[in-house]
């Protein structure tokens, strides 16, 4: 059992069926172990990992401490003056330390994700496709980290100023619960880190020719309607600077991905023999349609005689 978690003992592409399901279970299982063990490691040092998971709070309160200090701006005098996290129930100090732990086995988990992804599905793939699986697989983490790390630096600390600063406008006064804030925090940071994948599986929509580039294109009015509600589904305060900012990194996505997607298309179906973009097959057909000739617009063969009227018939002096 040990030795199937670390080597697979026959090539991927010589396993049968229920091998390849098998193969399925064990990369499960080392995925979900790596998850464990970044969990545990929070646990381990949960003095640590909430004091990190603070800071967007605190960067929020002082804006001069945050890395991108001067995008934030000025914060409120209540805000500054808002003491620390606090929790009124002893299971929702239990949520902070899974929120926390869950935070860092994710962070942990995601690159050997990626691999066994990728690992996974190699075989399937042709040399020349494997040589670009490696690009795509970094390029899916770096993805993820920047979002992430969006959230975490910008998104987070600016929509607390802005809930705070409506909550000072309407006379509330505001008290941040521990369990809140930490899920906040770990759901806005995960779920923009996925989000940004969204460029890749636009790409792997156009490489397996589900989707034209053109399409996509010709529908960008719907494509930033929906981008809008995934982006206000994700930001659980919705302040209208977030939804603005993440939109628009999103529709920018969009567009690249659209560019990169026309090239790859393009030099698959080169490589394949077809014409280069898809969109050309459908006006050759219509032209052949349009080419062929109606059967009302057929004339008589030559060797056919038509016959002669009859007496009494008039249709002939039309």
């Not at 172990?33 to 709070?57: D, H, R």
Request: charge should be neutral; glycine fraction near 8%; proline fraction near 7%.
């Amino acid at each position: 059992m040990l030795s199937s978690l670390i080597r697979r003992n026959r090539p991927r592409s010589e396993m049968s069926f229920l091998e390849h399901i098998e193969d399925l279970r064990v990369s499960i299982i080392r995925v979900t172990a790596v998850f464990a063990v970044g969990m545990i490691t929070a646990l381990f040092f949960y003095e640590k990992v909430p004091s990190i998971l603070s800071l967007p709070l605190q960067w929020a309160k002082q804006p001069e401490t945050s890395p991108i200090g001067f995008l934030l701006g000025q914060t409120e005098p209540t805000l500054r003056a808002l003491g620390d996290l606090k929790e009124f129930t002893f299971m929702g100090v239990w949520s902070v330390l899974m929120y926390a732990a869950f935070a860092a086995g994710i962070a942990l988990a995601s690159p050997v994700f990626i691999y066994e992804v990728a690992r996974f599905v190699g075989p399937a793939l042709t040399t020349r496709e494997k040589r670009g699986l490696i690009p795509f697989c970094i390029a899916a983490l770096i993805l993820f980290i920047a979002g992430a790390a969006l959230a975490f630096i910008w998104l987070t600390p600016m929509s607390i100023q802005v809930w705070h600063h409506f909550a000072a406008g309407m006379g509330i006064e505001v008290t941040w619960q521990a369990s809140d804030y930490f899920g906040f925090v770990t759901m806005m940071s995960l779920l923009t880190g996925l989000t940004f994948q969204f460029p890749l599986a636009l790409i792997i929509l156009m490489w397996i020719e589900i989707v034209r580039p053109r399409t996509l294109l010709k529908h960008w009015r719907g494509m930033l309607f929906g981008i809008l509600c995934v982006v206000a589904l994700i930001t659980p305060i919705g302040d209208p600077i977030s939804l603005g900012i993440l939109t628009s990194v999103l529709f920018g996505f969009y567009l690249g991905a659209v560019s990169i997607g026309s090239i790859v298309v393009r030099r698959k179906r080169v490589a394949r023999g077809d014409t280069p973009y898809p969109e050309d097959e459908d006006d050759y057909d219509l032209d052949e349609e349009d080419a062929k000739p109606s059967p009302s617009s057929v004339s008589p063969a030559k060797g056919t005689q038509q016959k002669p009227p009859q007496d009494g018939d008039i249709s002939s002096l039309d």
